[in-house]
């Protein structure tokens, strides 16, 4: 068994789940996203914006519609008002955990 100093950078791949994981989760405002879904179940756009202020509507926008496409969020229309709103998915639900394990890092070490 080669040591730590022999090993190569092959023998510390990490799992393509981990990382395809961390791409989601690691991208620019989707972890405050998915986390203020966690906490409300049920968002419109303009409360959303209002969540993750310092996120612009456009890049909002676009990363609603990347989590809507890897099935994390649902977007929905009321067919009476018209009006849009965001939930999380179960895929997206079952994130909670972790969001609460990182929110109780945070306030114990941020």
């Known amino acids: 068994m080669p ?4 090993k ?4 510390f791949e ?5 990382v395809s ?22 968002m419109r756009f303009k409360d959303l914006a209002h969540a993750v202020c310092s996120c612009s509507d456009r890049v909002l926008v676009e990363r609603l519609k990347e989590l809507e496409q890897l ?5 929905s229309v009321d067919e ?4 849009i709103s965001y939930t999380l998915t ?16 945070a306030d114990k070490w941020a």
Not at 71 to 75: A, F, G, P, S, W
Not at 90 to 96: I, Y
Request: glycine share 6%.
């Open 71 to 75: 099935k994390i969020v649902k977007r």
């Open 3 to 6: 040591t730590i100093e022999q």
């Open 21 to 42: 994981s961390f791409e989601i989760l690691g991208k620019k405002w989707n972890g405050l996203i998915i986390s203020s879904l966690c906490d409300t179940h049920k």
């Open 90 to 105: 179960q895929k997206g639900m079952d994130l909670k955990p972790v969001m609460d394990e990182v929110h109780q890092w």
């Open 80 to 83: 009476e008002s018209g009006i």
């Open 14 to 18: 990490l799992c393509t789940h981990f």
């Open 8 to 11: 190569t950078k092959d023998d």
